[in-house]
């Protein structure tokens, strides 16, 4: 069974501070799925990622898959980036369920 | 579209009555999935569908729960009967075929069973 984990988890920061949010798994995978969960509950995936690195405006994702980790970056930080981010892996060919990590809850401070 | 749609949205019922937990998918998804989040064990998955066929429940906690997938579009999560622990968010989430295809979440069902 995949193993998730997800570190830290807890960060607060100070608004403009580049901020690193990691996440192993123990298992080869098929995809790795960032997540962002805001107060209130709804779930967005920012990222889908297999190998290599994506970026979306001030948002970077990496992944080694032979280290079996990935890394979510933030650049220049923004009180609205505040939420918990959560690491997902899926192990199957095709869209099986993923296997979650316990979430980085971040806080960004003005 | 209108993204994964989930109801009620929020529900508070007493021990022992039956909850019923509804998700309409995005159009042209073939994968369905139901998952539950508590404080204590973070996001689980539930049970999953493609093409309207339940593939893997073993992440269904006991005999209480039950999934079905009628049609395409609409599927329903049902616990009989409800109990204090099982208060938690269900989130309703579909995906098309493929590993390049993203996932998309509904906005939970807030449960709290008293």
């Known amino acids: 069974k995949n193993e998730v984990e997800q570190s830290p988890q807890n960060l607060t920061a100070q608004e403009g501070e580049f901020i690193t949010i990691n996440c192993s798994y123990s298992v080869g995978i098929s995809a790795l799925h960032w997540l962002q969960q805001h107060p209130g509950g709804g779930i967005v995936s920012l990222f889908m990622?297999?190998?290599g690195k994506k970026k979306h405006g001030r948002l970077i994702a990496t992944i080694n898959i032979q280290e079996k980790h990935s890394s979510l970056h933030i650049t220049a930080s923004h009180p609205r980036d505040s939420a918990v981010y959560i690491c997902?892996?899926?192990?199957?060919?095709?869209?099986?369920?993923?296997?979650f990590g316990k979430g980085t809850h971040l806080i960004i401070q003005p | 579209d209108a993204g994964v749609i989930q109801s009620p949205r929020h529900e508070v019922t007493e021990m022992g009555q039956e909850v019923t937990l509804r998700c309409k998918p995005i159009?042209?998804?073939?994968?369905l999935f139901w998952y539950r989040q508590t404080m204590m064990r973070g996001l689980e998955l539930l049970i999953y569908?493609?093409?309207?066929?339940?593939?893997?429940d073993s992440g269904m906690p006991e005999d209480r729960f039950s999934a079905k997938m009628p049609n395409a579009s609409f599927s329903t999560l049902k616990i009989q009967p409800s109990e204090p622990r099982d208060s938690a968010v269900y989130f309703c989430a579909s995906s098309a075929s493929g590993i390049g295809n993203t996932i998309y979440f509904g906005e939970g069902s807030w449960l709290t069973v008293v």
């Open positions: 990622l297999s190998s």
């Open positions: 159009s042209g998804h073939d994968y």
């Open positions: 569908f493609n093409n309207n066929v339940p593939i893997d």
């Open positions: 997902a892996t899926r192990t199957g060919g095709g869209a099986d369920g993923l296997t």
